[in-house]
T-cell receptor
Framework: QQPVQSPQAVILREGEDAVINCSSSKALYSVHWYRQKHGEAPVFLMILLKGGEQKGHEKISASFNEKKQQSSLYLTASQLSYSGTYFCGPGSNYKLTFGKGTLLTVNP | DVKVTQSSRYLVKRTGEKVFLECVQDMDHENMFWYRQDPGLGLRLIYFSYDVKMKEKGDIPEGYSVSREKKERFSLILESASTNQTSMYLC????????????????FGQGTRLTVV
């Protein structure tokens, strides 16, 4: 089963903040976050591990609530380059599945 | 520069044909994945493999099979293509990591847009 993401879409003005949520009915050992720009392949943003450790490559933060099986991605002071579709997914037991995605549009 | 290469960007096949989609990675990754992407449905996992000759069904394996004879290559096979298999297909790979229970940062290929007519 795919994890559930919310909202499905969000429109921001440059400089505004956004939160994208991800929940799963299955036990999460790690949560992955990726961003896909239009016409391009998804690109890794971050992994959150059970126990709180985060591994990421960009200045985007996230949280992982193990009890609720939920993760949230925080985009602060959004830039035009943040536009794209964001996918979350549990990565465990060699398997990586994704939600339906959240389309983020940042306007000038 | 890390690379996941899919053999074709665009492919048009006829209904009933056997179709092979090839994916090669040059990062010595143990894990490989095949997804299909359709508007509004996100990325859906078809099959994955964590070792040579090992394969596991994902969420939507019906109508597909896979082959992993070499570590760097993971092939997706449509035994008898149908119009409802028209889609964007994405291959990905990741390193195996025991701490993360197997899945580290995944790298994606550019995708193959398959049209079945």
């Amino acid at each position: 089963q795919q994890p559930v993401q919310s909202p499905q879409a969000v429109i921001l003005r440059e400089g505004e903040d956004a939160v994208i949520n991800c929940s799963s009915s299955k036990a999460l050992y790690s949560v992955h976050w990726y961003r896909q720009k239009h016409g391009e392949a998804p690109v890794f943003l971050m992994i959150l591990l059970k126990g709180g450790e985060q591994k990421g490559h960009e200045k985007i933060s996230a949280s992982f609530n193990e009890k609720k099986q939920q993760s949230s991605l925080y985009l602060t002071a959004s830039q035009l380059s943040y536009s794209g579709t964001y996918f979350c997914g549990p990565g465990s037991n060699y398997k990586l599945t994704f939600g339906k995605g959240t389309l983020l549009t940042v306007n000038p | 520069d890390v690379k996941v290469t899919q053999s074709s960007r665009y492919l048009v096949k006829r209904t009933g044909e056997k179709v092979f989609l090839e994916c090669v990675q040059d990062m010595d990754h143990e894990n490989m994945f095949w997804y299909r992407q359709d508007p509004g449905l996100g990325l859906r996992l078809i099959y994955f493999s964590y070792d040579v000759k090992m394969k596991e069904k994902g969420d939507i394996p019906e109508g597909y099979s896979v082959s992993r004879e070499k570590k760097e290559r993971f092939s997706l096979i449509l035994e008898s293509a149908s119009t409802n298999q028209t889609s964007m297909y994405l291959c990905a790979s990741s390193k195996l990591d025991g701490h993360l229970r197997g899945v580290t940062e995944a790298f994606f290929g550019q995708g193959t847009r398959l049209t079945v007519v």
